[in-house]
């Protein structure tokens, strides 16, 4: 990420960052092994990589299980503060307080689950074994991988420099601290050329995008309008949503409000002097685009550590699992879902929600021993919801 943990644990926690030392606490006893000093790793019967919704969301849901004990579960989760990244829109739109969108991760693990405060550098899928930042190596008999998705700030020359600049009109809501930044522009803002952007896909949640546009251009048109007002999307993509009848339905949307729109526009630099550089997916020639304010998509990229596991991802980076069941396709004992996996659908939370009681009943079925013939199947759902304004009469 761009800007990290100290600032908001300052700014932002107050009270709850005095809890932190009773999070230390807990994980010492559940990750600090004998596998660590005696070189044999630590056993799991069910590790799950990542403590975001996903993983979060899976371990919980484990844990009612009648078949699985708690302490069954092992969760690998660096970060001592959850972050529900949903909000992030709303805390740049202004209808959120950033207090809204963290909570300990601590305080969202069912008691009885252990936690080991390290990320996951390595899986040996062949062997059953992983490996942490701190050396340390687990075995597992069931994993489920869950650590999402990078943010590829530096794939735009000069945008993460432009994000730390607070004299830089540049910001994203793809970032806790940006996305209060942004915040702070959009309602400072006096008037003329807000540019958006959308980089080449896959992105979590396509619309969030066009969501921030809209709640934006909402606050700048709403009572005394700002002078000399230019909202201009550039889209790296060929519509402004895969789906033909939500496409029409957000055409319609940005001719009513006079937003200029460019598609097949890749942002790839950001330049001092308020200078976007943007260029064509399909001539690759570029074009220079000044603007008073601008808010960027940065690239995602996978996690490059499952690049290293054979047969773990596919050619793009994402776990390659089936799309009905969750399950690895090549090895049996692997689970994805989320924006870490290759599921043909948009990365959302609300997929996340529908994919996960599908992983949780399919993987309880394998401790069972049941065939994969009796596994449920995951029906692609998934949904993304779109601001269009802060009242509900108006959207």
Known sequence: MCIRDRWYQRRVHGGIIIMLGQFQRRIASTSLSRGFASGVPIHT??????GGSAGLGVAAQLARKNNILRHDIRIFEPSKIHHYQPAYTMIGGGLANPKE??????????????????AIT?????????????GSTYSYDQLVIAPGVRLDFDAVKGLREALNDDNEPVATIWDFRSA????????????????????????????????????SHDSWT??????KLSVNFFNAGPVLFPVK???????KLVNEKGINVNFGENLVEVRKG???????????????EPFDILHVVPPHKPQEFLKQTPNLTDKAGYVDVDAGTLRHKVYPNIWSLGDTSNLPTSKTIAAITSQIPVLVENLSRVLEHRQEKN?????????????????????
């Open 45 to 50: 019967r069910i590790a799950v990589i990542g």
């Open 101 to 118: 969108a963290v909570r300990l991760t601590l305080g969202l693990i069912p008691k009885g689950i252990a936690v080991t405060p390290f």
């Open 122 to 134: 390595s899986i040996d899928a062949q062997n059953n074994i992983l490996t942490a930042t701190d």
């Open 180 to 215: 209060q930044k942004y915040s702070a522009l959009r309602s400072g803002f006096g008037g003329g050329r807000a540019i958006f952007t959308s980089p080449i896909p896959p992105i979590k949640c396509l619309g969030a995008a066009q969501k921030i546009m809209y709640l």
């Open 222 to 227: 709403r009572g005394r309008p700002v002078p």
């Open 245 to 251: 009848d939500y496409s029409e339905a957000l055409t």
């Open 274 to 288: 308020r200078v976007a550089v943007f260029e064509n997916v399909n001539t690759k020639l570029k074009r220079e």
């Open 375 to 395: 596994f449920v199947q995951y029906d692609g759902y998934t949904s993304c919801l779109l601001y269009t304004s802060p009242s509900p009469r108006d959207s």
